[in-house]
């Protein structure tokens, strides 16, 4: 974290480095998932992108998905190609500041691609993940570059990773207890070899474990791909065919349809994905999609390329577009191979139906820019699969029957309402699985009537789409129908009504679309209906006859008022009602008091909700399955009345908020906010007498967050044993912290966040698990002191406590990494910090009155040191006898007073210096960067 420099105003460029499968991902995530909610939504994870810039079409999804996340999907759908994508990032990352981690980088133009003309807004931290450490030399960014190379994991943590996934537990059996750790010893300490390892070999006998050890103590150590076969020599021959198609097309695609094609070519996909799942192989993702890891990736790969290094017709499967295109030109019969991928081409490719008759087992092909030419008539296809990116407008196959094939995915294609290519389609007549993405040609769908077993069809980002044709009641098997982001469609034929086996339909992104067909109550085995970011303002009567709907999503519409017909819908899971910052849309909206008769419903968000008038209807009470009730945002809200006791998560922030709800039955909460908005606004509406009586009833809470203006905080707080991330703002302190230390049972607490409360001193003794400390605005606050008990914290923040004269350090936190203060303008020392031999970062800014920091020399793994600002600070480190590391990047400025102590030192490790007319003065000592800026009165004798 202490690269990060959080509050740094300069652009950082952060490059995570080392080999696969050692958690760079894993971090990254880490990181972003911490830092997210200071960045607001300007944030975006961009994963796999090594994988996901194989073609200029896929870096346009790339570049779509940043933008989308940042500024919305409107702004983002406008992007055509890759250079239009540069410039409205570059546009966009110049005027905000950004979070952005680029995962799996492995070329400098990704880079290029995905942030623009560098020119980032301050504040901004790019983080990316990489294999390759050349990307740390990387010239033209405006910004600080920094490198971090993720270590081997130690051997206590691999031990533990390992038992997890053999023993169901963290330690091994007595009588496993040597076998565990030479086991682990040979997996170099990689995190995937050891989940790959741990699932294969649970289960099964001592015998079966020697038998492994021998052979990955076989392999040196780094081999790690040998090491990993091991694991797939152990699945069944179903599970190796799906784990290869996997590794080479389907890592990124939705687990269903490729289930589809599996079912048809008789591979038992359910077992086999069960199985793989079991065994660390692959993971399902909560979008459906597949996610297998680069390593496993690679294996598969070379799995396939074993097969036949010299000669590719005899490999199953060519993902490699010169590969591929090399054998179809051959013109020569392959009856190996199964799959091919043939992406990337500048020129249009143009298959004949000679090539495809010489691939008579050919079941997937996924072709970008390019066509059929001929007459097939003689090709008996066996394909399930065909995935087509970009074919060229002019279509001039003729007789090509694709009667087995159940998944056709047709993306950006120039096709017009009459073109002879949907021929294709309305020959496939056991087509499962139908996608067309972008296609700009088409003003209505279609007409593909004859296709009965159709189960799936997605109209996604067609932008000229405007209706959907009558016959789409002749599609009698339709389960699910995506109709996402075709911003131009306004109508939808009442024919909607006959899908009677429909049990997913979404519209989201449609903005056109402002009225729906009365026959959607007709769909009566509908189980999600998605109306978010629609134009829709009101709910047909009908809908009340959707008695198996469990999700309705009514995000960022226009329905002004819910009605009272919503009570009908008994099988009612899910109800969200939020509004995302688009003001336009906050209307004067109240909930009917029918939505207590949902006796089902198990989450209701009506975030955002500013402009909600009246309060919740007491009714609510008897919603006894609710589990989750969101009202962040909702500035309407005066009170709550009685809560269910079934919840787990509550989440109250209102401006208006006169009371503080009764907590004491709330038994089974997990996590609660409780927000009267004061952070925000400076003041609040509670009523004088708000107390938070009941809290110490709340046993299973975990995450707790109160922002209440003067509310005292109850002694029972100190009780709640499972929590673990606790926020308070503004309540006053002292109730809490008169209680004797032994009373104190927050042994899980990992995060104690303090902002403008009421306080003189807090003791920190008997946290043991603290990591996190911050403390912000807390204008009472005299002393801090961080006790010896706190063994785990590696993280001190605090900031603006106006009254803070000492910060003192009285006993070795051996893992506390970064400690930051700012604006503590009475702050006078600091000290204890020779204790601190893990410190990597530590922050000082506009403290005024500091003069001393008390051993600074002796932080050995310090790696940044910033002061900014301090005034009176006249002595920092003994240049002649420290013991600062020689990487360490030391940044001074601001420090008008600033005295170095001792000469000699610098001259040693100075390479150059660079004085600017700005008196600015930068200084290299070999990889000890010093920053001394605006330091008027520093005293340097550099020789």
């Known amino acids: 974290m202490e690269l990060i420099g959080f509050d740094h105003p300069d ?13 760079k991902t894993t971090i990254a995530k880490v990181v972003f998932n911490q830092l997210s909610f200071s960045y607001g939504k300007c944030c975006s994870f961009l994963e796999d992108v090594r994988e996901s810039s194989s073609t200029k079409e896929h870096i346009v999804q790339l570049q779509k998905k940043l933008l989308s996340d940042i500024v919305g999907f409107g702004f983002a759908e406008k992007v055509e190609n890759s250079e239009q994508g540069v410039r409205r990032i570059g546009e966009t990352l110049r005027t905000k500041r950004v979070l952005v981690v680029l995962d799996d980088v492995a070329e400098k133009q990704h880079i290029e691609n995905l942030i623009g003309d560098y020119s980032l807004h301050p504040g901004s931290r790019i983080i990316i993940t990489t294999r390759d450490k050349t990307i740390l030399q990387y010239e033209g960014f405006n910004g600080v570059i920094l490198g971090y190379e993720m270590p081997k994991m130690d051997d206590a943590l691999a031990l533990q990773l390992f038992c997890r996934h053999a023993f169901d537990r963290d330690f091994p059996p007595n009588d496993y207890k040597k076998l565990s750790s030479e086991i682990v010893s040979t997996t170099g300490q990689l995190p995937l070899a050891i989940e790959a390892t741990g699932s294969v070999i649970q289960g099964k006998d001592k015998a079966y474990w020697e038998k492994k050890l021998v052979r990955l103590m076989n392999v040196p150590e780094k081999e790690t791909l040998n090491k990993l076969l091991i694991s797939y020599d152990g699945l069944d021959e179903n599970e190796k065919q799906i784990f290869l198609d996997i590794a080479c097309f389907f890592f990124n695609e939705k687990k269903i349809d490729a289930i589809y094609m599996w079912d048809s070519c008789r591979l038992d996909p359910i077992i086999a994905i069960k199985g793989l799942t079991e065994k660390c192989l692959i993971k399902e993702l909560d979008n459906g999609k597949f996610w297998m890891h680069e390593q496993l990736i690679a294996l598969g790969r070379q799995i396939v390329h074993r097969e036949s290094p010299r000669d590719l017709g005899k490999q199953s499967r060519l993902w490699i577009a010169e590969e591929a295109l090399e054998i179809i030109r051959t013109k020569e019969r392959n009856a190996k191979v199964q799959a091919l991928e043939i992406n990337g081409s500048e020129d249009p490719i143009e298959i004949t139906n000679e090539e495809l008759e010489m691939l008579p087992y050919l079941r997937l092909l996924k072709l970008g820019n390019g066509t059929f030419v001929g007459d097939f008539v003689k090709y008996h296809s066996r394909l399930r699969w065909i995935s087509w990116r970009s074919p060229h407008p002019d279509f001039r196959a003729d007789n090509l029957h694709l009667g087995r094939l159940v998944v056709f995915k047709l993306d950006k294609n ?9 021929d294709l389609i309305k020959r496939a007549r ?6 067309l993405t972008e296609c700009d040609g088409i003003t209505t769908i279609p007409k593909f009537s004859k296709c009965l077993y159709l189960e799936r069809l997605t109209l996604a980002r067609c932008n000229r789409l405007k209706r959907i044709e009558r016959f789409i009641e002749d599609l009698p098997s339709l389960i699910e129908l995506e109709i996402e982001g075709c911003m131009n469609l306004a109508y939808l034929p009442e024919e909607v009504g ?16 402002t009225e729906l067909p009365s026959s959607l109550g007709y769909l009566r085995s509908l189980i999600e209906l998605d109306l978010s970011h629609t134009g829709i303002a009101e709910l047909p009567n009908s809908i009340q006859g959707l008695v198996k709907l469990e999700s309705l999503i009514l995000e960022d519409t226009r329905i002004r008022e819910l009605p009272n017909f919503i009570a009908k819908l008994k099988s009612l899971r899910v109800l969200r009602l939020s509004i995302n910052g688009c003001s336009s849309l906050e209307h004067v909206w109240h909930l009917p008091s029918g939505i207590s008769k949902l006796e089902n419903l198990e989450e209701l968000d009506l975030s955002g909700r500013t402009e909600m008038k009246g309060e919740i209807p007491v009714g609510i009470g008897e919603l006894s399955t609710l589990k989750v009730l969101n009202l962040r945002d909702c500035h309407g809200i005066q009170e709550l009345p009685e809560l269910p006791t079934s919840l787990t998560s509550l989440l109250l922030q209102s401006n208006s908020l006169l009371s503080v709800p009764n907590l004491s039955n709330l038994t089974n909460l997990v996590e609660l906010l409780l927000s009267d908005d004061s952070r925000n606004t400076g003041e609040s509406n509670l009523l004088s007498g708000c107390d938070l009586r009941g809290i110490g009833s709340l046993s299973r809470l975990k995450k707790l967050d109160l ?18 991330v606790l926020t308070m703002c503004h309540l006053d302190l002292e109730p809490l912290v008169q209680l004797p230390s032994n009373l104190w049972s927050l042994g899980n607490l990992s995060t104690l966040e303090f902002y403008q409360c009421e306080v003189e001193d807090f003791p920190l003794d008997g946290l043991p698990r603290l990591e996190k400390l911050t403390v912000d605005s807390c204008k009472r606050l005299v002393r801090l002191s961080i006790p010896l008990e706190l063994s785990k914290l590696c993280q001190v923040w605090i900031s603006h406590c106006r009254k803070l004269v000492e910060i003192q350090v009285v006993g070795p936190p051996k893992s506390l990494e970064s400690l930051r203060v700012s604006g503590c303008e009475s702050l006078r020392r600091i000290c204890g910090l020779s204790y601190l031999k893990n410190l990597e970062e530590l922050l000082i800014q506009r403290c005024n009155v500091l003069t001393n920091v008390e051993g600074l020399h002796e932080l050995v793994s310090l790696k940044s040191l910033v002061v900014k600002e301090c005034t009176s600070l006249r002595w920092l480190i003994d240049a002649s006898s420290t013991n600062i590391p020689d990487d360490c990047l030391v940044d001074i400025w601001g420090c008008g007073n600033f005295v170095k102590q001792g000469t000699t030192s610098l001259k040693q490790y100075r390479d150059e210096i660079l004085l600017d007319t700005s008196n600015k003065v930068r200084h290299q000592l070999h990889q000890y960067t010093v920053d001394v800026r605006e330091c008027m009165g520093l005293e340097i004798d550099w020789f």
């Open 11 to 23: 652009v950082r460029l952060i490059v995570i480095y080392g080999m696969g499968g050692i958690g």
């Open 414 to 422: 120039g096709f017009t309402d009459d073109s002879k290519a949907w």
């Open 430 to 435: 056991n087509l499962k699985v139908l996608s």
């Open 498 to 513: 006959a899908l009677v086996k429909l049990e997913r339909f979404s519209l989201r992104g449609c903005h056109g679309l």
């Open 707 to 724: 922002n209440l203006m003067n509310v005292p905080a109850p002694p029972e707080l100190a009780s709640l044993s499972h929590l673990e």
